[in-house]
């Protein structure tokens, strides 16, 4: 009788097992994916929040260069004003053309802000005694930015094809031009960056301008460690194809209204337009994350990463303040035949000067 009313000798085996591995199972596996996922979310609705106040920033520069008051009736001077854009955005009915791919139509902004979300997986916050606030902390941080910013195109190719109109896709088309263009660039301005560091961890990056040339001839902690000094050409290369790389005026060819009408975005509205111009701005703050401002240096880490941020994006603003837009053959012409051979040169001449003093890494 005892034996019918027991459990299964196999379910017995099981649960003793599972008794014994639930520990190790919880503190190897579950505890870090929870950590994961807890650390993404926060990071997540952080970064929404700050692109939602750095809109606001961007729209008040513009205005104050045009000497008019910008959004102000929203909440207290107007710091409501992007929350009330995103419910207008959200309970607007999306509206979808009728000879468009739906499923590619809807996916591509999609596409678009999820990848630009993912590219800060890698980027540091901060460093303290609790050790290092990144979500990723990978040995290869710069290639993995690198290859998510260079996939970010797709999502406006994919919504430009979908949308079966001439100009979507010819706005499609430039952006892939663009991108193509000034990725090179970049990828010769990181290149660079290596070089002098000798690290693809964006961490170690940082903290190796703690210690860079100005230490090496006794100036510790000085100006001298930042690596603008030493890669002079190669930051205003950076600062100029990061501006390209993000349709940014005065490289906004891809949605350029006086011969586009809104190019890529023309068939776009309500959510999955939102979504496009989210993925934007995510991708415009981590181009920002990726500078270094000296004298915001003395700050605490994360309020320096935040104030350096805010200035980058500010410089941001002022160019489309006061900057008009290129014509396409100049913007070519000024990727291909001017920062091409430019950043390439750097290239050759930053690994001479590095093997010259035997300083290469």
């Known amino acids: ?54 809109l606001l920033f961007d729209r008040k520069v513009w205005a104050a260069v045009q000497m008019r008051r910008g959004p102000n009736v929203v909440g207290p001077f107007g710091l409501l004003q992007s929350f009330a854009d995103l419910l207008k955005f959200v309970f607007k009915e999306p509206l979808i053309p009728a000879g468009a791919d739906k499923g590619v139509f809807l996916l591509a902004p999609l596409v678009a802000s999820v990848l630009a979300l993912a590219a800060w997986a890698v980027i540091p916050l901060n460093e303290n005694a609790w050790g290092r606030w990144v979500i990723s ?40 031009a663009q991108m193509v263009s000034y990725e090179v660039s970049i990828g010769f301005v990181i290149i660079t960056v290596l070089l002098t560091v000798g690290s693809l961890n964006l961490t170690d990056i940082v903290n190796a301008q703690r210690t860079g040339i100005g230490t090496r ?46 190019g890529f975005a023309v068939e776009y509205s309500s959510t999955p337009y939102l979504l496009f111009m989210l993925g934007e701005y995510v991708a415009i703050t981590s ?74 890494p």
């Not at 017995?12 to 579950?30: G, I, N, V, Y």
């Not at 997540?44 to 750095?54: D, E, K, P, Q, R």
């Open 1 to 54: 009788m005892d034996s019918w009313i027991s459990a299964p000798l196999w379910l017995q085996t099981w649960t003793r097992l599972w008794a014994e591995s639930w520990p190790q199972f919880w503190h190897d596996t579950l505890w870090p994916l929870l950590v994961l996922l807890l650390a993404s979310l926060a990071l997540l609705v952080a970064l929404l929040i700050i692109v939602a106040f750095l």
């Open 137 to 176: 902390d990978l040995n290869v941080g710069v290639l993995y930015l690198f290859a998510i910013s260079s996939l970010g195109v797709y999502g406006i190719i994919m919504g430009g094809w979908a949308s079966n109109s001439k100009y979507p896709f010819l706005g499609a088309l430039r952006s892939a």
């Open 217 to 262: 001839f006794g100036f510790a902690n000085s100006l001298l460690d930042w690596n603008w000094l030493a890669l002079l050409p190669m930051f205003v290369v950076f600062f100029i194809s990061a501006l390209a790389e993000t349709n940014r005026p005065p490289f906004d060819l891809p949605e350029a209204e006086s011969e586009l009408v809104a």
């Open 287 to 360: 181009m920002c994350a990726l500078f270094d401002v000296w004298p915001l240096n003395a700050l605490p880490g994360l309020l320096w990463f935040l104030a350096k941020l805010v200035f980058v994006f500010f410089l941001f603003a002022m160019v489309k303040a006061f900057v008009p837009r290129y014509r396409y053959d100049q913007l070519m012409r000024l990727g291909w035949k001017v920062f091409l051979p430019l950043s390439l040169l750097m290239v050759v001449a930053v690994a001479a000067v590095q093997y010259a003093l035997g300083t290469a």
